[in-house]
């Protein structure tokens, strides 16, 4: 079965770093790229950027370029997402899913999101 | 960026009726669109893609249709599971943008 389970809830403050993860399970993880969404409390969905994990190869939405980054551990077939200086407009659930290959930009399979708050 | 309009924003339905969404792009996407499904709480699900190609496992009353800068999602008839937000996503090109989303509610 295939699975992508992301690291926990995470609560802090403006100006720390922070790094979620998410773990795929049951296919071949250097095969698909992954992707990250975000969802800010009541709102839509907003496209992130992705990550090849075979070669990390990332494209990044304009809009979060330079605001996070994204990589990846092939050897532990997990994604991260990070932030260097979070901001209380960090403040959402953030989701990674996995991108199918035969179909481009589709996203099969997502994770359960990661909720994180930024508060002071 | 492409823009995803998404008409209406909201909608009040009652089961068994027929609802249409639809989804307006601010250039031409061939038919490069995907259609989604969420729940409260959960994380959203694929229910179409290539703007009419139904995902393996999801019931045959939903339907996309459309191509260039007009899509539509439609339930032929509305059940229970089915109240819910529903977001269309363009895949044309980066970056992969959603539309708004459509929640549909209990009538």
């Known amino acids: 079965e295939v699975q992508l389970v992301q690291s926990g809830a995470e609560v802090k403050k403006p100006g720390e770093s922070l790094k979620i993860s998410c773990k795929g399970s049951g296919y071949t993880f250097t095969s698909n790229w992954i992707g990250w969404v975000r969802q800010m409390p009541g709102k839509g969905l907003e496209w992130m950027g992705i990550i090849f994990p075979g070669d990390s190869s990332i494209t990044y939405s304009p809009s979060f370029q330079g605001q996070v980054t994204i990589s990846a551990d092939k050897s532990i077939s997990t994604a991260y997402l990070q932030w260097s200086s979070l901001k209380a407009s960090d403040t959402a659930i953030y989701y990674c899913?996995?991108?199918?290959?035969?179909?481009?930009?589709?996203?099969?399979?997502w994770g359960q999101g990661t909720l994180v708050t930024v508060s002071s | 960026d492409i823009q995803l309009t998404q008409s209406p924003s909201f909608l009040s339905a009652s089961v068994g009726d027929r609802v249409t969404i639809t989804c307006r792009a601010s250039?031409?996407?061939?038919?490069?669109l995907a259609w989604y499904q969420q729940k409260p709480g959960k994380a959203p699900n694929l229910l179409i893609y290539?703007?009419?190609t139904l995902q393996s496992g999801v019931p045959s009353r939903f339907s996309g249709s459309g191509s260039g800068t007009e899509f539509t999602l439609t339930i032929s008839s509305l059940q229970p599971e089915d109240f819910a937000t529903y977001y269309c996503q363009q895949l044309n090109s980066y970056p992969r943008t959603f539309g708004q989303g459509t929640k549909v509610e209990i009538k």
């Open positions: 290539a703007a009419s």
């Open positions: 250039q031409g996407i061939t038919s490069f």
């Open positions: 899913a996995r991108q199918v290959n035969w179909y481009e930009g589709v996203f099969d399979q």
